[in-house]
């Protein structure tokens, strides 16, 4: 822990080197920070920065709890039921329109933290690092950090820019920085479009999959840090979010296997575990769970921040019960048997459901989920349906295999459907099933151009209304005079 923050101190900029005995003397350079100009000088130095922006992305700002749940809440399945802003209410309630409160403003400072970060270490790269590791460690190197960047501009657009479908991605995006800034550089910057934000989140994909390695050290090391599957992964979400559902489909198929049981053939060797349960649980490392963010008791993500303590109640694991299921929810889905192995993961407490998914007590430890092979199988069964508009049996198929896992009762046919509307509804709300409370619920929603939800005192807000989206940081208002807000 000590060693990444040496990095993370060092990539952000926040100490130069003196530049003379007597500057030193009044100024001294404090003895645990590396100076950019040796910061490259070695293999493990260099490492080190990779995984100070692994460190930085599982912030609980970002990857590591918040952005899961500020999607999760702005769907229709949770109820808050604290009324603090600082734990989201305002999210959840659809009224962050105020470009300095905290939500905007910490979700948009920490991705582009992230970004910074890995644009100075590419630069870094460049000038020096390369030539101290060699072309196929600084390559494997980079990628992890294009893709890190490629999740932060992602997360970004998801909340703070019109969805792809709104003017085939012609809309204002984000400010797209592909330089490293390391001290007081010029911070003006328009807003990129959405397609060119996208295009490069793709490039950034693109380049991981072709240098990262196939597969880790361990199983812990194919959970917590990117390979060669975790790119293709990220790639059908993101192709999902532009509506490229051929490009959807190729992706799928480099890590889905053409029939049941559906399990990637190179590579790691993704697979659905038999008790969905299983990868909610130490040590977190299944062949399911393509990427996540771990915690450890003494790195844990920080208080009121965790998955745990948002979801779980006090008499559950000692959570402050933020959020329950909401009752007209996903979780009275009819559909969703009693026998359901996922049921396992909602229990009852003080007469309000709560989702039980994340299950270790306080101080609440467990991975946050990033991206998991069930993700990437629905992900697939809905690409076919948009893209051949008829009740795809391949479709029926990968849906059959999520379901199945959790609930053998039940096998769809293609009888089950009138249409491929029917079934691509159904594989939505086996998403909601599957999903809950993994963060994927709010784009889920404005990639497809649908209302955000009514909830109990909270109006429905249209795809066309402006709290449809964030508003920009206030920050980024005041220090970039370039960017415009929404």
């Not at 039921?81 to 920490?110: A, I, K």
């Not at 599957?229 to 296997?257: C, F, G, H, P, Q």
């Not at 990427?291 to 303590?309: D, I, K, R, V």
């Amino acid at each position: 822990m000590k060693k990444n923050l040496i990095y993370v101190l060092m990539a952000a900029g926040l100490v130069q080197l003196s530049s003379c005995a007597k500057e030193n003397f009044v100024n001294p350079v404090p003895t645990n920070v590396i100076s950019d100009l040796t910061a490259f000088d070695s293999k493990d130095r260099i490492e080190g920065q990779v995984r100070s922006i692994y460190a930085s992305i599982k912030n609980a700002g970002m990857y590591g709890g918040r952005y899961q749940i500020f999607n999760d809440i702005r769907g229709g399945d949770f109820m808050n039921d604290r009324t603090n802003v600082v734990t989201g209410f305002d999210v959840w309630n659809y009224t962050p329109s105020n470009s300095s409160t905290n939500s905007v403003q910490n979700h948009w400072s920490r991705a582009y933290y992230v970004i910074n970060l890995s644009n100075v270490f590419l630069d870094g790269m460049a000038a020096k690092g390369t030539a101290v590791v060699g072309a196929t460690i600084s390559n494997n190197y980079q990628a992890e950090a294009r893709l890190l960047r490629a999740m932060s501009y992602y997360s970004l657009l998801q909340l703070y820019a019109r969805p792809f479908w709104d003017g085939n991605g012609s809309k204002p995006g984000v400010p797209l920085r592909l330089k490293g800034n390391t001290g007081s550089d010029n911070y003006a910057l328009a807003r990129a479009t959405v397609a060119e934000v996208y295009t490069q989140i793709l490039a950034d994909l693109n380049f991981a999959e072709t240098n990262l390695p196939t597969t880790n050290s361990s199983a812990f090391n194919n959970t917590t840090r990117a390979h060669r599957n975790t790119a293709i992964a990220l790639k059908t979400r993101v192709y999902l979010s532009m509506r490229r559902y051929a490009d959807v489909i190729t992706e799928a198929n480099k890590i889905v296997s053409a029939s049941a049981p559906f399990t990637a053939t190179s590579g790691v060797a993704h697979a659905l575990q038999a008790d969905v349960t299983n990868v909610f649980k130490a040590p977190y490392t299944t062949t399911e769970s393509i990427f996540s963010m771990p915690f450890a008791s003494n790195e844990a993500p920080g208080g009121q921040n965790q998955l745990g303590y948002y979801y779980g109640p006090a008499a559950f694991n000692g959570g402050n019960g933020e959020y329950s299921l909401l009752s007209t929810g996903i979780v009275s889905n009819t559909g969703w048997k009693t026998t359901d192995r996922r049921r396992a993961m909602v229990g009852v407490y003080g007469g309000k459901s709560y989702l039980t998914k994340y299950s270790i007590p306080s101080i609440f430890t467990d991975y946050a989920p990033v991206i998991r092979y069930a993700e990437v199988l629905l992900n697939l069964a809905e690409a076919r349906v948009r893209s051949t508009n008829t009740v795809d049996a391949q479709a029926i198929a990968l849906l059959n295999a999520v379901r199945g896992r959790s609930d053998a009762s039940t096998v769809f046919t293609a009888a089950d459907f009138a249409n491929s509307d029917a079934l691509a509804n159904a594989i939505l709300t086996e998403r909601r099933i599957e999903l809950l409370g993994e963060g994927l619920a709010g784009a889920d929603l404005t990639r497809l151009g649908l209302p955000l939800p009514a909830k109990p005192g909270v109006a429905s807000i249209a795809a066309t209304a402006q709290q449809y989206i964030w508003p920009i940081s206030s920050s980024e208002l005041l220090l970039n005079p370039l960017c415009t807000d929404n």
